[in-house]
């Protein structure tokens, strides 16, 4: 809550599970594990609520796992996540989990206010390249996410230099009419 006063923001996302003491991505490989994050997360969010500021999850590939019941984790996050909690939808590391980008944004609707676009060849370990060289439908998922507050261009890992390739993102999306400048 302090981190949000001093940066004047009314909203945070959790980027990764770790962050939430006790928790890591082995949390999505239990149905017990996903309700206990999802549990974590609920309060978490009543709390905030009651400083103005609301709270949301960031995707990466791990969340798909398979739960024994054969359900996905992410799937079953999203359902016992209060529906206030706002999604920052990964496209790469949904397309990396063999997601559909655009059916993750469609399903989860108006809670997707942001999305992290990002391209490469959708393999967890390879380094990501300027956008439209890659496996990532990103005009889709645009398309799909038309209602979303912010396009976000981030890089986990490239051989290229880092500004050159934010640069180089930056242009594709306004050349392609995908985002203002």
């Known amino acids: 809550m302090e981190a949000c006063r001093i940066l004047g923001t009314d909203t945070a996302f959790v980027p990764v599970p770790w962050l939430v003491d006790g928790f890591d991505e082995r949390v999505f490989e239990t149905c017990d594990g996903v309700r206990a994050f999802a549990d974590r997360l609920n309060t978490a969010a ?8 609301r709270l949301g999850y960031h995707n990466h590939h ?11 984790a ?16 990964d496209v790469y590391w949904a397309t990396v989990a063999g997601q559909d980008p655009v059916e993750v944004l469609e399903r989860l609707g108006e809670r997707a206010v942001t999305a992290h676009l990002k391209d490469g060849p959708a393999e967890p370990d390879a380094p990501q390249t300027p956008i439209g060289t890659g496996d990532v439908d990103i005009p889709a998922a645009l398309r799909a996410g038309s209602h979303l507050r912010w396009h976000i261009t981030e890089i986990d890992r490239t051989e290229a230099d880092r500004f050159e390739l934010l640069a180089a993102n930056r242009q594709a999306l306004l050349q392609g009419g995908l985002t203002a400048p």
């Open 62 to 72: 791990f969340e798909w796992v398979r739960l024994p019941d054969g359900a996905r």
């Open 74 to 89: 992410f799937d079953v996050l999203w359902e016992l996540l209060d529906p206030g909690i706002l999604a920052e939808v």
């Open 46 to 53: 009543r709390e905030l609520a009651g400083a103005g500021i």
